[in-house]
């Protein structure tokens, strides 16, 4: 399995941006896409984004589109994630995750240890 782990979460004011990072370790494959869930207390584990190992395809939750942007601009083991135009609605633990690809948490069988997002209104 591949190891993950998250960084960049923080406090931001509505309307700010802040950027995530997610660095993978261990045994890769070149085809587990990496993804991004968020998850509030007492909610269901929620998709974000996604993208295959290349980066060449990338998936979006509505609820994100047009203000987060998913990339693997570099090394293939970083993935990033810039939120821009942030909402207090966005304010979640966020993790990344390795696996199969879709929107579905079951397909994904590598979790990082989740880092925290608040925004501020």
Known sequence: QVQLVESGGGVVQAGGSLRLSCAASGRTFRSYTMGWFRQAPGKEREFVA???WSGSTILYADSVKGRFTLSRVNAKTTVYLQMNSLKPEDTA??????GFGGSSPARY????RGTQVTVSS
């Open 93 to 98: 633990v966020y993790y990344c995750a390795a």
């Open 109 to 112: 069988d590598s979790w990082g």
């Open 50 to 52: 996604a993208t295959n």
